[in-house]
């Protein structure tokens, strides 16, 4: 049994391999990140200001109940869940917002005191392994624009992407510090899904994984 996380810019192609993931892992669970019930999105890239802070505590609170879920289905079933981006990832956005000005200094440190409140109670529960898809600002933006040809996201300046790669950094250390496995995967022309589950069957988790 694992929890395993997909982490990656907008665009990097974390939802197809989380997907392909799923139906690789024997009686896994898949965990798809709520973009299509997210109330705020499009009002969201009209006016970050407005909107910011309201959705990154929308976001975090439905990840968090996803997470929780999660976890109550691994300790029932012994099964392995997989996150299509998570409840750790979700601060890179809100630290980019907040760094951009768009969310006030009261309202970042109130986020991440609601953070580190559930993250605390939650210690013990962090993800086995994070996946992190490793794809440049410029092919994302590309991505984006040419495939994926959401409304919403059309605007999406590639100044965005590029503040939230960096941050990705910090996550990843952040991670590995709370013992997670994180393993980091070049992703720029996209890759072998199968190269993937040999990474992770190599760790012991499953030795007869399935095509």
Sequence with gaps: MSLIVVEGLIGCGKSTLSKALSERIPNSRLFEEPVE?????????????????????????????????????????????????????????????????????????????????????????????????QVTPEECYRRIKEVRRRQCESEIPLEYLKGLNNLYQELNREMRELGTDVIEVDWEKYGDVDEIMKRLALSGDWEGWRK
């Design 37 to 133: 019930s997210n109330p705020y999105l499009a009002d969201f890239y009209k006016d970050k200001k407005r909107w910011g802070l309201e959705m990154q505590f929308w976001l975090f609170t439905r990840r968090y109940q996803m997470h929780r879920e999660a976890i109550q289905h691994i300790w029932k079933t012994s099964c392995t869940c997989i996150f299509d981006r998570s409840l750790y990832g979700d601060a890179v956005f809100e630290k980019h917002l907040y760094l951009s000005g768009d969310i006030t200094y009261a309202g970042h440190m109130n986020y991440r005191a609601f953070r580190d409140t559930i993250l605390r109670a939650e210690g013990q529960l962090h993800p086995h392994k994070m996946i992190f898809l």
